[in-house]
């Protein structure tokens, strides 16, 4: 029995904007490529855009593989974003503490022959 792998977006800008199934994620990428390439022109380093196209290559292949997931994402987001507006206590871990034990983490020694 064969298996066919899953049919992933090219990783050229057209074809990811393409993959996207949800028009928050495409407004997204329109705004933000003007600004990787001006970053990047900036530079004389176009790093940055090959960053956002892997960034918006991984979100177009999540778009396209499950849409209705994508928009379950943003109706969460959206609801996240109403409990705070609200002054809803959300549950949670405060960033502080996460950032606190992050470096404590980094400074704990590791064993021999462990990588960070």
Known sequence: MSTTPEPQPDKTLPAIRQALSHPRDREGFDAGL????EKARAAGDWREV??????WWIVAYVSSKDP??????W????????RIERGEEIPGVP???VLARR???RQ?????????
């Open 34 to 37: 003007p600004v990787a390439v």
């Open 50 to 55: 090959e960053k956002f196209t892997q960034t």
């Open 68 to 73: 209705a997931d994508r928009q379950r994402a």
């Open 75 to 82: 109706d969460a987001t959206d609801d996240l974003r109403r």
């Open 95 to 97: 960033l502080e503490e």
């Open 103 to 105: 470096a404590a983490e």
């Open 108 to 116: 704990r020694p590791k064993p021999h022959g462990e990588h960070p």
